[in-house]
């Protein structure tokens, strides 16, 4: 764990307890989740409690307690969304990963993530994957984002 | 200088401290607001809202909580009119559906004048109220305990799940719990959860008296011989 970059993170910002939000932020964007002892560290240096300090990480979906995946893919379960399918990229990411949304893989390649409206309703169903939007999604896109990234070349099948 | 101001509760005048709530005025001058989050000189955060009632202005009534509200001069509060009984007598109807398992719910629902729960029983041991919460940081500044997630998972729980150091184990929580007061008889298994009525006399007396005293010692709600 790389102390020097907390101590960035809080440089100015001590004692200052409105600023844990964004304390909170750039500690996520700097570890990829929020460690449980940084979140000591941010407690004591900003003068909040504890209990404070996890009651607003547990509260915003922004903010993750478990070390994330490289990837993180983001399934958009809003309304829109799920009447156009979205149940369905997530069976195909459950199929193909093993794992249950909110999970990440075994070899800490992939986390997915399920939330309620990305706001693109108009364009979905919506997977976000590290930060890029794809509309219009369908469980063959989706096998085949993750085959990209898994290095798997696509194999011909003799039938074909 | 202490401020007063003088407003109206019930059609009575009566005068309270400005800053003071409407809920403390209205009990500390016999009047009778029903509550259960209220603790006194903690902080108030309008979480069970049996406390509600009508703050009429300029002719129109809107429902609010007391404990929440601000005394104000020439206020005219309504806290028995027909329509605030009848929404909080629902609201104790939700609680005591929700949380059976404790005299001082049971006792809220004789108060407000309860005899049949038309909700579905869940055996809950929280209502999230928030007591213990709030006794625990600004009473004694323990902040051991909070309210964790949103929605239908919030609950009550410490940091990660461990007691922390600032925990000064003085049981305050437990004690200021409204869960912790079991019922009279024994306690009720899940499935056969049900609206206390041992104290028929108490109910027959809030249907044939509406609004009479069932000895709650002024919206103290619950007989569970402790302050607060
Ligand atoms: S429902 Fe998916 S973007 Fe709104
Ligand atoms: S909401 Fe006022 S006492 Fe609970």
Redesign the interface.
């Known amino acids: 764990m790389n102390s020097t970059n907390l101590e960035t993170i809080l440089e100015g910002r001590r004692s200052q307890p409105h600023q844990l939000i964004e304390v909170l932020q750039d500690v996520q964007d700097v570890y990829g989740y929020i460690p ?1 002892d940084v979140m000591g560290i941010v407690a004591k240096e900003l003068g909040v ?7 607003v990480a ?2 915003y979906k922004a903010f993750t307690l478990k070390p994330r995946g490289k990837n993180v893919i983001t399934i958009c379960t809003g309304t829109a969304c799920h009447v156009r399918g979205s149940q369905l990229l997530i069976d195909q990411v459950q199929g193909q990963l093993r794992l249950k949304p909110g999970d990440t893989t075994k070899d800490g390649l992939f986390t997915v993530e399920c939330v309620n409206c990305v706001g693109a309703c108009a364009l979905g169903p919506v997977v976000v994957q590290n930060g890029s939007y794809s509309n219009h999604m369908t469980p063959g896109k989706l096998r085949r984002a993750i085959d990209k990234v898994q290095g798997k070349k696509k194999e011909e099948s003799p039938h074909a | 200088m202490i401020e007063e101001v003088t407003l109206t509760i019930d059609d009575v005048l009566v005068k309270a401290v400005k800053g003071i709530s409407v809920l403390d005025a209205a009990v500390k001058s016999g009047i009778c607001i029903p509550h259960l989050c209220h603790v006194p000189f903690l902080s108030d955060i309008g979480a069970c809202r049996l406390c509600i009632v009508e703050n009429v202005n300029n002719g129109k009534a809107k429902i609010t909580t007391s404990c929440t509200l601000r005394v104000q001069e020439g206020m005219v509060i309504r806290a028995n009119s027909e329509k605030v009984l009848k929404l909080r007598k629902n609201i104790a109807e939700l609680l005591v559906a929700h949380a059976p398992n404790s005299r001082a719910i049971q006792d809220i629902a004789v108060r407000c004048g309860l005899k049949e729960v038309r909700y579905p029983f869940h055996n809950a041991n929280c209502v999230l109220c928030g007591r213990c919460v709030r006794y625990c ?1 600004e009473m004694w500044q323990g ?8 929605g239908k998972d919030r609950h009550v729980e ?3 799940g461990k007691r ?1 150091d ?1 925990c000064k184990k003085c049981n305050s929580c437990v004690l200021y719990c409204p869960m912790s007061v079991t019922p009279c008889g024994e306690v009720m298994k899940t499935g056969e959860e049900h609206l206390c009525g041992k104290c028929d006399s108490q109910m027959a007396m809030a249907e044939k008296i509406p609004g009479a005293c069932v000895w709650c010692e002024t919206g103290k709600s619950f007989q569970c011989a402790r302050y607060a």
């Open positions: 449980k409690p504890l209990m404070e300090v996890f009651r547990k509260f | 940081s902040n051991a305990i909070g309210f964790v997630g949103r410490y940091p990660f922390p600032t």
